[in-house]
């Protein structure tokens, strides 16, 4: 292992960091690679491109291609702080695929979190509010599907470092991000990239269930604004970073307009996640997006 702790004098609070982001070819993660590199941030992506994409790429941007499972032998040069978000992030479809959800989540996420450990380094996890989830049969949302469970034990596992290791975190959790580059074809679409989809296509969007399930539908800058806080400022769990409003499938559906179609419901699928947004505003954020100004502009061909 030829590892080198990063040791750019400049490297101090509020300056030029190197940042490693799992997942950077992602929806969100190339986001935030953006947001970093404009901030002056030196960015170092690892991303499987298991639903990463090439053409998410960012200027500027170090790619390194690999699971985080291989995060020691891969990053070799030792980043000031990680932002993880490369895992499996689907709840529907993580039912038939478990064996990759613990893979890319719970293996692939221990060694990120063993590498934070032996080399000093602070961890910014990108949690799920589909733990805060709420269902008819009262149960809890971690326990309603693999992505949801594999997802709040890594939140456990995260919060235990802290307390066992002394490990330096901050854990967020993210609800129904929306917005540019969100995947709109194949099993891994989004909801709002597929009513794009189809909407563009003058399809009928299809709706599971009653469509009565809320959402709180964010904005991903609104998202990326909450992570650059919460790397800076954070300490420890319960960051949510999420719209105050809620919308149900519905409404959204009616929002873009056209004919729906109503499916069976799929398991799994939650009515509504609860939300706690004061340890978030605490270190200075606010809501910038809207749902319904996003879609007026797609509809608009913008
Ligand atoms: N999109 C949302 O609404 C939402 C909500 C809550 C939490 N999250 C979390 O945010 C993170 C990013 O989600 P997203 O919507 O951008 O999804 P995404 O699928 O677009 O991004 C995930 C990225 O991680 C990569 N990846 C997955 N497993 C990996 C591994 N083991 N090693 C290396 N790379 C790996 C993928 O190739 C992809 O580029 C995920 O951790 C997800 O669980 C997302």
Not at 100 to 118: A, D, Y
Not at 289 to 296: A, L, V
Request: proline share 1%; hydrophobic share 30%.
């Amino acid at each position: 292992m030829n590892n080198e702790k990063h040791s750019d004098p400049v490297s101090q609070e509020g300056q030029r960091k190197t940042i490693l982001v799992t997942g950077g070819a992602g929806f969100i993660g190339s986001h935030l690679c953006e947001r970093l590199v404009k901030d002056g941030h030196k960015v170092i992506s690892l991303d499987n491109y298991f639903t990463g994409s090439k053409n998410n790429h960012v200027e500027g941007v170090k790619y390194i291609e690999g699971h985080t499972r291989d995060i020691e032998s891969l990053i070799t040069e030792i980043p000031d702080m990680i932002y993880h978000l490369g895992e499996y992030s689907r709840v529907l479809t993580s039912f038939e695929d478990i064996d990759l959800v613990w893979q890319l989540n719970s293996q692939g996420t221990f060694n990120v979190l063993e590498f934070c450990k032996n080399n000093n380094i602070r961890l910014v996890y990108a949690g799920s509010s589909t733990k805060f989830g709420e269902f008819d049969d009262g149960g809890d949302g971690e326990d309603q599907s693999p992505y949801a469970y594999f997802k709040a034990s890594n939140t456990k596992l995260v919060n235990n470092y802290g307390n066992w290791f002394g490990l330096d975190y901050a854990i967020t959790y993210f609800y129904n991000v929306y917005g540019e580059g969100e995947i709109s074809e194949g099993k891994y679409s989004t909801l709002i990239g597929i009513f794009t989809r189809k909407f563009k296509n003058k399809e009928p969007l299809s709706i599971y269930g009653s469509g009565e399930q809320k959402r709180a539908f964010t904005y991903v800058k609104d998202i990326i604004n909450g992570l650059v806080l919460v790397g800076e400022k954070g300490k420890g769990d319960g960051y949510c970073i999420g719209s105050e409003k809620n919308y149900s499938i519905l409404e959204i559906a009616e929002m873009f307009g056209g004919e729906i179609e109503k499916v069976s419901a799929k398991k799994g699928d939650r009515n509504n996640s609860k939300i706690d947004l004061t340890k978030i505003k605490e270190l200075g954020w606010s809501e910038g997006g809207s749902i319904e100004d996003f879609i007026e502009k797609i509809k608009n061909g913008k």
